[in-house]
């Protein structure tokens, strides 16, 4: 369903919404927080522009509202409101996320709320990661990330991703099952996995054919993390010893982030094999000598993903290197059933999924559009508005799989070879 609502900044030269509607909404379907905060708190803290966040609905309605006070290394939620109609959306999460940013921009490290069991927000409050004490009811997170760790990210073009990524990822149930259980989880519960001896996974590398979703699943990882997402692009690290000396840099830079999860794509371009590219070997030994750095602190992860393991230094592929070594394929028949109902609902799963062997999630949505198309063109000349089960048909046969019977045979080789997990 298309996004019917956006979070922006209440700032000094951009007022999205005057400061009275605010307050309004906050008498109305909101609260100052707790008994901690009055309304006039609410307005002195508008009035000085401390950092204020609101939701507005494309024809510019105010449907949320966060409001917070800046004091030294805290930053106190004073209020927080949502529109009795439009609560239940995400809308509170947003509020806070864009909050979090805002806060951390101004030298704060700590986020605190003081609400009443019940109150407006108190969901929004638990699913961004607040801590809820006992007695108060406070709920308290630290920033994801001092404004020392926020530059180094958005230096190297990162942020922290939207949340409810993992939750689209559709179509890739198996390997979905697979990274929650061997990264996600120990990575969330490290207290539970340091008790068993289990270390979290730091290094992983992501391997199979294009468009099978590993950028996604990367990118997906630090959103249920709720970690910030840095992509370092070996096209833009370059060759030889001046490479080497970018990737060292970098990643001894981004070394400095807490809870981070950086994301080397085409890692075949940086770590092929000394033996067929001696080029690469810069670049090879410095990766040798750098992740096992990166590895040693904790709450990182290094994420690497290629679509040829083969090409890959066999040095890398040893244990001690990369922690785990996961295979993502093209979505089975199940999963692509899953796909057919979520692209294409007005068809039968099993029948689409029999007909897509190795169709990918960006094959199913080129498949929707163009049975979308053929039926746009006869609702033109006057026939009923509809997709039929033929436009799918007709769509499915016009589309060429991402991964072809090949792919798919030299990928179930390489799993079998390569696998480590």
């Keep these: 369903m298309p996004t019917t609502w956006r979070v922006l900044t209440l700032g000094d030269r951009d007022p999205v919404a005057p ?136 230096r190297f073009g990162g942020s922290v991703p939207p949340a409810g990524l993992w939750q ?21 519960h490290s207290e539970l996995a340091d008790q068993l001896g289990l270390r979290p996974p730091s290094a992983v590398l992501l391997f199979g054919p294009p468009g099978t979703g590993k950028t996604s699943f990367a990118r997906a990882i630090a959103s249920r993390l709720s970690w910030a997402f840095v992509e370092l692009h070996p096209s833009l690290l370059g060759q030889g010893v001046d490479g080497a000396r970018a990737l060292r840099d970098s990643l001894a830079e981004l070394g400095g982030v807490d809870r981070l999860v950086t994301f080397i794509d085409e890692a075949d371009e940086i770590a092929s094999d000394r033996a067929e590219r001696p080029d690469s070997q810069p670049l090879v030994n410095e990766l040798l000598k750098a992740v096992p750095i990166f590895k040693s602190r904790p709450d990182r992860l290094v994420v690497m993903a290629t679509n040829s393991i083969a090409a890959i230094d066999p040095a890398l592929l040893r244990p001690g290197r990369f922690d785990l070594i996961i295979p993502v394929g093209a979505p089975d028949e199940r999963e692509r059933a899953e796909l057919a109902a979520e692209f294409l609902p007005s068809g039968d799963p099993g029948d689409i999924a029999g007909r897509t062997p190795g169709f990918t999630p960006a094959d199913f949505a080129l498949v929707a559009q163009r049975a979308a198309q053929l039926a746009f063109d006869r609702a033109l000349d006057g026939q009923e508005a509809a997709v039929t089960d033929a436009d799918i048909v007709a769509a499915v046969a016009r589309t060429r799989p991402s991964v072809s019977v090949e792919s798919a045979t030299n990928f179930a080789h390489e799993a079998d070879r390569f696998s480590r997990l």
Excluded: N
Excluded at 34 to 62: I, K, N, W
Excluded at 98 to 113: C, F, N, P, S, T
Excluded at 168 to 188: H, I, N, Q, T
């Design 19 to 154: 400061f009275e509607d605010v307050v309004r909404l906050v008498e109305m379907a909101g609260t100052a927080m707790g008994a901690a905060y009055s309304r006039s708190d609410v307005v002195e803290a508008l009035h000085e522009h401390q950092p204020a966040v609101v939701a507005l609905t494309p024809a510019g309605e105010l449907v949320g509202a966060v409001v917070a006070r800046v004091a030294g290394p805290d930053a106190h939620v004073v209020a927080f409101a949502l529109h009795p109609e439009w609560r239940r959306k995400g809308i509170g999460s947003a509020l806070l996320r864009q909050l979090d940013q805002e806060v951390i921009h101004r030298g704060a490290g700590r986020l605190l709320a003081v609400i009443q069991a019940g109150q407006v927000g108190e969901d929004a409050f638990v699913h961004q990661g607040f801590t809820h004490l006992e007695g108060l009811h406070l709920y308290a997170r630290d920033a994801s990330m001092v404004p020392e760790e926020l530059a180094i990210v958005e």
């Design 168 to 188: 689209s990822m559709k179509g890739f149930s198996a390997a979905k099952e697979l990274l929650d259980r061997r990264v996600v989880a120990p990575l969330a």
